[in-house]
């Protein structure tokens, strides 16, 4: 089942500040020209119930790729994270999921898609990326978010992290 591909629209998702759909490409992307001096939290949420229910095992499926700025002059680690998760009771609770194969540039980010520090370059070109969902997420209730996160002073492309073709089956 496909859950967004935003070529049309919204596709029910919700996002707020740094999140934007490109009406040309019809995908999501979160991303500033403009440096932050604190810490932010940004959602791209589907807040549609998905029944999994009857499902022994799912699988999310999704393009993500990260545009760093490598050149940022701060010797401050930027620790700018996307983070993908799942919800099994309709978004009171999130499970952060990660996927088993990291693209190029990723194997040290932990559970969680990672920017670079000055000099030092973790930009990846679009990957298609499957995770296996955990059985807290596959019920009645599923639904999906990517998070954006950073904490330090930082200055991520326009558009830094972007995300399109988002499937469950």
């Given at each position: ?62 393009s993500v790729r990260l545009q760093d700025d490598p050149t940022y002059g701060s010797k401050t680690d930027k620790s700018e ?42 930009s990846f070109p679009w990957t298609d990326v499957s995770i296996s969902l955990p059985a807290a997420c596959i019920t009645a ?29």
């Amino acid at each position: 089942m496909t859950i967004a591909t935003w070529t049309s629209g919204d596709d029910g998702w919700t996002y707020s500040g740094l999140w934007s759909r490109d009406t040309a490409s019809g995908w999501m992307n979160a991303g500033s020209t403009i440096s932050y001096s604190s810490s932010y939290t940004q959602n791209l949420t589907y807040g549609t119930n998905v029944d999994l229910s009857a499902c022994k095992a799912s699988t999310l499926h999704f393009s993500v790729r990260l545009q760093d700025d490598p050149t940022y002059g701060s010797k401050t680690d930027k620790s700018e994270r996307l983070y993908v998760m799942c919800s099994g009771d309709g978004g009171t609770t999130w499970n952060t999921i990660a996927p088993s194969t990291w693209p190029a540039n990723q194997s040290d980010c932990g559970t969680f898609f990672c920017s670079g520090t000055n000099s030092y370059d973790r930009s990846f070109p679009w990957t298609d990326v499957s995770i296996s969902l955990p059985a807290a997420c596959i019920t009645a209730k599923a639904r999906f978010r990517f998070q954006a996160k950073g904490e330090n002073v930082w200055n991520l492309l326009d558009p830094g992290w972007s995300v399109d073709t988002v499937s469950v089956n």
